[in-house]
């Protein structure tokens, strides 16, 4: 079911604020929170015409997520707020670390340190496919791959949207000439890890999320 710029939304949106504050986001990034809020405010107004997807955890579709980029935020910090069922978030993704995954070709991030990613899907058609047939998969039905700081973002806002045996990948953020690929699963010790796969090794329990948009 799809959603239009309703109360609903603003709610959503209230709440993602909420939850970043309250999370300590504000002090992360080294800013009054007054400051960090001049980030995210301006986002607001762009919710009046969005038609997105409703909320469906178990379907895993979202309208949209807060977007704090890694330079405002790193992804250390960022991924140590994540909480799900009482366990932070931690990073595994020797031998590099997140600032070695970059945006790829032709991701269009926009400029500004925080935007929304619109309509974004968990991926449930690209389970148990390798990244590099995924991939083909949402270019062709004109969806976007997702970066790090994007998937992070999900996790921040909606711990439940990681499902066991439904984790997601990150087509979006690599490292140059290289054939590792950013996902974010629930370890063995059940804390959401953001670490990363092989470009061309399928998991029966990983997909590959996208976005319908950023702006």
């Keep these: 079911m799809m959603s239009n710029g309703s ?6 949106f209230d709440r993602q604020v909420n939850n970043l504050l309250q999370k300590g986001y504000a002090d992360a990034a080294g800013l009054p929170a007054e400051e960090f809020l001049a980030h995210i405010e301006p986002l607001r107004l762009k919710l009046a015409d969005l038609v997105a997807p409703e909320v469906d955890l178990e379907a895993g579709r979202l309208p949209f997520v807060i977007v704090i980029k890694s330079d405002l935020v790193g992804t250390d910090a960022a991924m140590a707020l994540v909480e799900r069922e009482g366990k932070r978030g931690v990073i595994k993704l020797y031998p590099h670390e997140p600032k070695d995954f970059l945006p790829i070709q032709g991701a269009l991030i926009p400029k500004a340190k925080a935007y929304l990613l619109i309509d974004i899907d968990r991926g449930k058609d690209t389970i148990n496919l390798p990244p590099s047939e995924a991939m083909k998969l949402i270019v062709n039905d004109n969806r976007l791959p997702l970066t790090i700081d ?17 984790c997601f990948s990150l087509l979006a ?4 000439g290289d054939k590792r690929v950013p996902a974010i699963w629930i370890n063995g010790q059940k804390c959401p890890n953001l670490g990363w796969c092989w470009d061309g090794n399928p998991h029966t329990w990983l997909g590959s999320a996208s976005g319908g948009s950023r702006f």
């Design 7 to 12: 109360g609903e939304l603003i709610k959503n």
């Design 150 to 166: 994007e998937g992070v973002a999900i996790v921040t806002q909606f711990p439940d949207f990681l499902r066991k045996n439904s």
């Design 173 to 176: 953020s690599r490292h140059s």
